[in-house]
Each structure stands twice: as structure tokens, then as C-alpha cells.
């Protein structure tokens, strides 16, 4: 039995019972009830009754991001044949026990989301945070979603989260309207009751949840006004951290199969090389293990991984290695010859007409090298393969790429794929290809046992997408007042983020010569990829550093100097709050005093960084004593988690700018561990201070990428304080720094 | 050639056939389904797989099994007790002193060992201790902070 209502501007259908919902003889007819993995398919390809039965009792609300690319990406999965009830890209339950799920495609990889996804929930329910359950990154249970990157979840995926909640709000109202014959406008809500305000009778969302299954989509809700907030914008820690500290919580390389067996896998030595021989006699003698081979594929697998890798050892093999062409010291001009035609993507007055305006005019290149991702978690799946359905569990920021991926691979439509995301240790752009799910999918076929494929450090270095060598050109004028006249700009191979300049100069153009990650055919020796806040960290860089150039140029300030150039207030009032923080106080540069000072916008956020240096100038070391980091990112649900975020940028930034670099010889990768590839250890530690601004009356803005952007030019202007001395490429290593030391 | 290897693990004894070259890492992992411990680098460069062996951190990638023969292990499984959250467990939860936790195990076990011989350590001292364990989130300020408040409340 169905009814029909009408209200606040949305029809909703009602099912009084569970079970007057039965299947739907419209559809191929799998009504089945229970297990939704039973048969291998997805709730998605379900039709409406289908979905509702998948999720149980309770009310549902489902709703879609309102991003172009989501919505492009929404285009391109109907193209794939996946059938949705409706377009949606995530939903949420209230169940009858009171408790409240939201299902989304989006994955935590320590970033946060799970507190602040289930914050937004609990605030527009007025339900307790506890009472808030995330299911995330589950093909099966979540809806379609292309991926957990670009600082998108709180911006695009947040507003349509509390809408829904919103609108969950309304339904319950609603719905306790009837059942305590009270008029809406006498109800209110909190902590998971509906209570007629001024009067006696009340009801809880459980009770009002009980042998429903109401189905809504949303539709114009007006989640609440900022004045209105409980819970948004206070701090509240980590909800993952109890399962964290206790060794609970479970990482893809933590779940075990009945049966399952670890995969080792011979690799080349360098990029582009081709195996002639390998001869696997030797691993056969170590008991347990069964060498797979398959083509271009050569593994063994153990039920141990110490084992597989002692039979991997023994496996001798043969490669013919390609010439190196370049290395890390000649990639630079390499970039620069095979570069592809320049796009300019803004402009504006007349730069020849700047040039004569110019008192001084500076021109100079800035470099930075290639960087690793490393993660503390490797690549980690375990797939598992039972007649034509798949299970794959994986450190992944694509569950359903993957699921396409694997489906692709195995000939098998996508809904026989599960992919599960458990928790994630660190991705940073570096979990989006899953190199290694497919390589676990292909040897569980082969072998017909489940397998696990846990990358080595080794493999990790070699195989990561690096963040691309790039090349910042800039030419800028500037009067003898202390005005940029003129911006001429050019990126190289890091791409349109960030590449925007944000001063107030009557004359300027910048021009990007290739993407951050899509391969030019002849560019870089191995894989490139997105790399947090890819293209801001290269152009912030080289914008801040030219920019701190010019006001030395001019005998002025360097905060003074950007203030005078700026017309944006934002920005403005973001270099004001770290100032103040600081307790930066004037002076000409170098000033000796080894202070810093950058800022830049990423992910629709603004933010300013300075930081105090030592340089010892003998051994050419760097201290970073303080770092002071201001950020204005609109609303802020999760103050704690957004601060926790700002200390892991800046503190992961430091790595970038002083010690990170990938060193190569044509393919091959100089590195395979972190005794040669350095990131930031504790001794590195500045003292951090982060200042959040108070925007909580405009959208929410990036939080997680942003505070790593002026990482590089923020050091590079404090060393230059300090010494005089002008470092041009990144990472600034000792000897980097020596060697500018001495053309002062 | 396996061999019986005994020790006690989170206070119980186990004893059971082993080739004793295997890693310790890998069997606490999946010979004895303890997962807390994590593999990061294998060559005792990260410190996710720290573990305490008779009072002392040490990397478990860096063990064969017969170096723990008849010793003590404690692993991240080992420090609630009765249900309680272990201080510095507690401490790394009210700081927010992680982000992925992927880690978090190690970043305890070394910190744990720290207390145990150094049970007022300086922030000097702490950081000299935790510096081989990297934590790429960038929660290093956080785990300092947390440390200090274990080290006052034990």
C-alpha cells in the first residue's frame, strides 16, 4: 500500500510495511532480500523498492553533488550502462534503532572526513555525533562517486550532505506531526526527539523510523543558518582514533582470507626495460611457494610474505636496460625542449606598455624536482575471486575506477566487483591508479586462490606517480614606487593551478606549457601523477619567491610590498592575521633576521604562511625555528581537524622544500627506501602556529591542500632573509644552498 | 627447518613451530593474526612495526623470530588492559595525535618504550628518541604533546 504526500515542495512515497515491498516485475526480477552481495550485484543497479529493500527499514534521503565534474562524470556512468534509481551520489539512513548512516563514495585516508562528514550529519539531524554511523568507499553500499581527491569532499560534497540531512529533519517533523496530532510549526527537534514546544509530547526519531521506508530525494531544503550551529565549527577530535591507537582499525594489508596467499612480484630494474631470461627453478625450493607466470607477469606466491620474498629472491632474471637518456640534473632543459605549446589562461592590459613603465625589470627561472608520495602504507590489495564475482579490498582513492578497472580486466560487468576501501594509510594524490589492485586481480585469477599484493618500500618508490619536475619563468617589472607594473608569466609541466596570479598588476599574462600529470610522450622517464595541491606547490613557489625578488629590488618590506599590491581583501586580511601571529615587524631583506613570508589561494581557500630560519652557512643547513600558517577556508565545520590538517601540511611541506627529491638515472629510481629519500622526521619540527579566520557565513573552501602550497617559497624567502642568498630550485639542500651562498 | 619457538606475547606465553629465520613482523602478523604492527619500509627506517622486546623498542622487520626465543613482546594489542585505553593511547585520542594511523601503532610502541625507561622525559629527549619514526600526515607536534601527557599521568 502506497500513499502519495505532498510537502515542503517534494513528493515522497511512502511504504507503510516492509513487506508490501516486494520486487519490482519490471526489472530482470533478482527481488532478493537479505545479503546485498548475495548475487554479486550492486544496489545501484536496483530500481527504487530494490534500493529501499537493500537498505533496510527507516527513512532514506538521497541527493547529489552539484559539481561539473561529478555531473560530467554522472553523464559518462549512465553511458557505462549503470542504471540508478535516480542520480545520486550518496545518501543517508535513519535507521530504526535511531542510529543515522550516511553512505558515500568518498574515502578517509587520515584527512578527516569521516568526523566532519558525520559533524555535518549530526548537526542538520539534531542527533547526537555519536548516534552517526560513515560507510565510505564500499562499491556495494555506496553510491557511484569518482573519487576521493582535489580537497572536494567538504567543499561539494558537504553542502549536499546537510541539505539531505535538512531535509531528513523535515520528514521527521513531518511524520511526528501525525503521529502526536500536533501542527509542525509547534515541533522541535533535538538529540533525536521531535517535542512539541510548550507542551507535554514528544517522540524519537527511532520510534518514528519504525516499519517505515520512506524514500526522498532532495529538493531545495535550506540546511541551517550559520547562528543556528551546535556542533559545525566546534572542535571535535577524531572519531577514527580509538580503532587507530589500539591497532584495530583495519588497513586493506590487515584482512585475511581463508586460503589467501602474498604475492611477490619480479619487477625491472629500471623503467623500460625488457626481461629476456628469468629462470625460477631456485624459488620452487623454497617450500610453499608456487611461481605464477603469465606473460610479462612473473610471481611468487606464499602463504607468508617473508617467504615470497626469500623464493622471489632466488628467482634470476635478465634485462635489457635502455639507454638512459636523462637524469635528475638534465631533465630541466630536457622538459623545456619537448615541452607542448603554451596556453595562456589569463591576461590582461598590455605588457609591452608595463616593460616601459618598469624601473627594474627581473627576470628568472625556478626549478623543482621530482617528489615521491611515500605513504607509511604501501600499495596494499587483497582480491578474491569466487566463480564470476570479485572481491577486492584496497588502499585505493578510486574505489569505483577500480571496480570499472577490475571488471575490465576479468571481462565481467562492473556490478560483479566489489571493491571495499578500508582505512587508508596516507595517499596525498599517490592512491589514485591502482596499479596493485589490478596486479592482486590478475594473479587471484591465475592462481584461483586469493591474493594479497603489498607493494615493498622499494616497489613504492619505483612505481609511484611522482609529483612532475616542473619549471616556473617569470618576468616582472616593477616602478620605483614599489608598483608591479607587469606579470609575465610561464609554468612548465605542474599545470594550471595555482599559476594565476592574484596581485593587482595592470599588465600581465600567464602562460602553462603541459599539465601537472597527463603524459606528453617524451617527457618524463617514468609516471607522473596529482600530487597534494598539484601545480599550487610549483607556481606558489615561484610566484612568491619572484614576488619577495622584486620588493628586495625596491628596498621594501616583503609583507608591506605584497600588502601594496594587493586589492583583494581576502588575501589582505589573511597576510594581516599571520603578521599579527607572527609578530612580523618591517624590514628591508635580507635583513638577517631569516624570516619569510608567502601566500597563495588553492582550492578556493586563501592562505598566507611565515616562517623564521636559521641557515648555518657553513655546512649550508637549514633550521625552520617557527612556522606560522593563516587560512581562510570559508565555513569551517571541524576547526580541530582543519588545524590538524594545516600542522601536517606545513610539516609535509618541509619536506618538499628542503630535502625531498627524486634522484634517477634515465628509468632508473636511485631510491628504494627512506634511508636515501628523506621526509620530514620530529628533529625537523618547527614550532607551528595556525590561525584559522572566521568565515563561516560563506561556503566551505579546501582545508586539507592549501596549507602546504607556500611551503617552498616561505623557506626559500627566510633563507634569502637570513643570508642574502637566493635559492632558485627546490628541495634547497645543503649543497643547493652552499652553492648560492657563494654567488652572492 | 622449523624449530619451536616460545615467548611470551601481551603477557600470555605461545610456543609454536616456526622456521626460525622467519620476521618477526610477518609472524605476529599472520603466524599469530596480530595486524596492529605494521610493515612501512623493512629495513628498520620508518618504525611502523616497533614492538617491545624484554622493556626495549625495537623494529620487528629487523628480527627473526629466534631473537625473541623465551623474551617478552608486547605489541600495540598489549596496552589496553581491562578495557582501558593505555595513557598514552588515550593521550595520542584527546591531542588528535594522528591523521591516516597507519603509524599510530608504532609511534605508541616506540613512545611506550620511551616511558618505560625514561618515565619524565624531556621534549629534547623525546623527540632524540622518535625520531626514526616518520609519519608522512605531518601529526609530529601533536604526538609530542601526547607523549608529555601520558609521561605527567603515569
Known sequence: ??????????????????????????????????????DGRSPLRFDRRQFLQFVGGGIVVCFSIPDSLALQEGERRRGMGQELPQDFNAFLRIGEDGRVSGFTG???????????????????????????????????LCPWDMGTFGTMTTRFFGPAFRAAAAEARAVLIELAAEQLQVTKDRLKTKAGVVYEVAGQKEVSYAELAKGKKILRHVKGVAPKSPSDFVLIGKPVLRRDAAAKVTGQAIYAGDVREPGMLHARILRPPVHGAKLIHADTSGAKEIEGAQIVEDGDLIAVLHPYPDL????????????????????????????????????????????????????YVLEQTYLN?????????????????????????????????????????????????????????????????????????????????????????????????????????????VTESGLI??????????????????????????????????????????????????????????????????????????????LKNLKDERMQRVLQAAANEFGWSPA????????????GTDAGTYVAHMAEVAVNERTGSVVVNRVVCAQEMGLCVNPEGARLQMEGGITMGLGYALSEEVRFKGGEILHSNFDTYTIPHFSWLPQIKTVILDAKDSPCQGGGEPPIICMGAV?????????????????????????ALSRI | MKETIGFSLNGKPVSFEVDPQR????????????????????????????????????????????????????????????????????????????????????????????????????????????????????????????????????
Not at chain 1, 555535518?120 to 562499491?139: F, N, Y
Not at chain 1, 637518456?325 to 608595463?354: C, R, S, Y
Not at chain 2, 610477518?26 to 612501512?40: A, E, N, S
Open chain 1, 369 to 477: 624536482s621530482y617528489v615521491s608520495h611515500a605513504p607509511i602504507e604501501t600499495h596494499t590489495a587483497l582480491a578474491k575471486i569466487e566463480g564470476n564475482k570479485v572481491t577486492l579490498w584496497a588502499s585505493t582513492q578510486t574505489p569505483f575506477a577500480l571496480r570499472e578497472a577490475a571488471a575490465s580486466l576479468l571481462g565481467l560487468p562492473a556490478q560483479n566487483v566489489r571493491v571495499i576501501t578500508p582505512y587508508i594509510g596516507g595517499a596525498f594524490g599517490g592512491k589514485s591508479n591502482n596499479q596493485q589492485a589490478l596486479e592482486a586481480v590478475r594473479l587471484a585469477k591465475l592462481s584461483g586462490k586469493p591474493v594479497q599484493v603489498a607493494w615493498t618500500r622499494a616497489e613504492e618508490f619505483f612505481y609511484d606517480t611522482f609529483r612532475p619536475a616542473a619549471i616556473v619563468k617569470i618576468q616582472a617589472g
Open chain 2, 23 to 154: 620476521i618477526l613482523l610477518w609472524v605476529l602478523r599472520y603466524d599469530l593474526g596480530l595486524t596492529g604492527t605494521k610493515y612501512g619500509c623493512g629495513e628498520g627506517l620508518c618504525g611502523a612495526c616497533t614492538v617491545i622486546v624484554d622493556g626495549k623498542a625495537e623494529h620487528s622487520c629487523q628480527l627473526e623470530v629466534k631473537a625473541v626465543a623465551d623474551k617478552a613482546v608486547t605489541t600495540i594489542e598489549g596496552l589496553v588492559k581491562n578495557g582501558e585505553l593505555h595513557p598514552l593511547q588515550k593521550a595520542f585520542v584527546e591531542h588528535d595525535a594522528l591523521q591516516c594511523g597507519y603509524c599510530t601503532p608504532g609511534m605508541i610502541m616506540n613512545a611506550y618504550g620511551l616511558l618505560l625507561n625514561t618515565p619524565q622525559p624531556s621534549r629534547s629527549q623525546i623527540i632524540e628518541h622518535m625520531d626514526g619514526n616518520l609519519c608522512r600526515c605531518g601529526a609530529h607536534q601533536r604526538i609530542i604533546e601526547a607523549i608529555q601527557t601520558a609521561a605527567k599521568e603515569l
Open chain 1, 588 to 599: 628591508k631583506g635580507p635583513s638577517k633576521r631569516g624570516y619569510g613570508v608567502a601566500c
Open chain 1, 106 to 140: 568518498k574515502v578517509e585516508y587520515g584527512q578527516g572526513v569521516i568526523t566532519s562528514l558525520a559533524q555535518m550529519l549530526a548537526e542538520e539531524l539534531d542527533v547526537p555525533l555519536k548516534s552517526v554511523d560513515m560507510v565510505m568507499g564500499d562499491t556495494d
Open chain 1, 308 to 359: 615470497a620474498e626469500r623464493a622471489l629472491a632466488k628467482i634470476k632474471s635478465e634485462y635489457d636496460r635502455p639507454v638512459p637518456a636523462v637524469d635528475d640534473k638534465t631533465i630541466f632543459d630536457h622538459l623545456l625542449k619537448v615541452a607542448p605549446q603554451g596556453q595562456t589562461v589569463t591576461e590582461g592590459g598590455n605588457l609591452a606598455e608595463g616593460r616601459s613603465t618598469a624601473h
Open chain 1, 485 to 562: 607594473s607587469f606579470w609575465d608569466y610561464g609554468v612548465y609541466f605542474a599545470g594550471e593551478r595555482g599559476a594565476p596570479q592574484f596581485y593587482n598588476i595592470p599588465h600581465h599574462r600567464t602562460v602553462v606549457y603541459g599539465s601537472g600529470w597527463t603524459t606528453v610522450p617524451g617527457s618524463h622517464p617514468f609516471a607522473t601523477g596529482p600530487w597534494r595541491a598539484p601545480g599550487s606547490n610549483t607556481n606558489c613557489f615561484g610566484r612568491e619567491s619572484h614576488i619577495d625578488m622584486l620588493a628586495a629590488k625596491v628596498g621594501m618590506d616583503p609583507v608591506e610590498f605584497r
Open chain 1, 1 to 38: 500500500m502506497k500513499r502519495e504526500h505532498k510537502g515542503q515542495g517534494s513528493v515522497y512515497e511512502e511504504y507503510l510495511k516492509l513487506d508490501e515491498v516486494g520486487p519490482n516485475p519490471s526489472t530482470d526480477g533478482f527481488g532478493r532480500r537479505g545479503d546485498p552481495s548475495a
Open chain 1, 715 to 739: 623557506i626559500a624567502n627566510a633563507v634569502f632573509d637570513a643570508t642574502g642568498a637566493r635559492l632558485l630550485q627546490l628541495p634547497m639542500t645543503p649543497e643547493r644552498i652552499k652553492d
